[in-house]
Nanobody, 119 residues
Framework: QVQLVESGGGLVQAGGSLRLSCAAS????????MGWFRRAPGKERELVAS????????FYADSVKGRFTISRDRAKNTVALQMNSLKPEDTAVYYC????????????WGQGTQVTVSS
């Protein structure tokens, strides 16, 4: 069983920054990929950024490219999302997720952390 716990959300003014962190535990953690998702009120969950656990290659949604940076610390089993130049449309609950293998979907999720950006 894998446990994911997010932290670092909060209220920030537009143009500000936040850093989210996701701590993973469990004997079977060993991900293929980790991702940060978000769900805004009335919208579907969307993938914001992902990172290959072994090689560190990253992917970003167009809406956050150039503003967000995903990183991981394999020794500590953590993944972070540095969010700069935040916009009101970034307001959402942010979740980290684990994708166990290349042929599988994301299968483990944290409880989420609220990010609110005021204009």
């Amino acid at each position: 069983q894998v446990q994911l716990v997010e932290s670092g959300g909060g209220l920030v003014q537009a143009g500000g920054s936040l850093r989210l962190s996701c701590a993973a535990s469990g004997r079977t953690f060993s991900p293929y990929m980790m991702g940060w998702f978000r769900r805004a009120p009335g919208k579907e969950r969307e993938l914001v950024a992902s990172i290959y656990w072994s090689f560190g290659n990253t992917f970003y949604a167009d809406s956050v490219k150039g503003r967000f940076t995903i990183s991981r610390d394999r020794a500590k089993n953590t993944v972070a999302l540095q969010m700069n130049s935040l916009k009101p449309e970034d307001t959402a609950v942010y979740y980290c997720g684990r994708r166990p293998t290349s042929g599988a979907a994301y299968d483990s999720w944290g409880q989420g952390t609220q990010v609110t950006v005021s204009s």
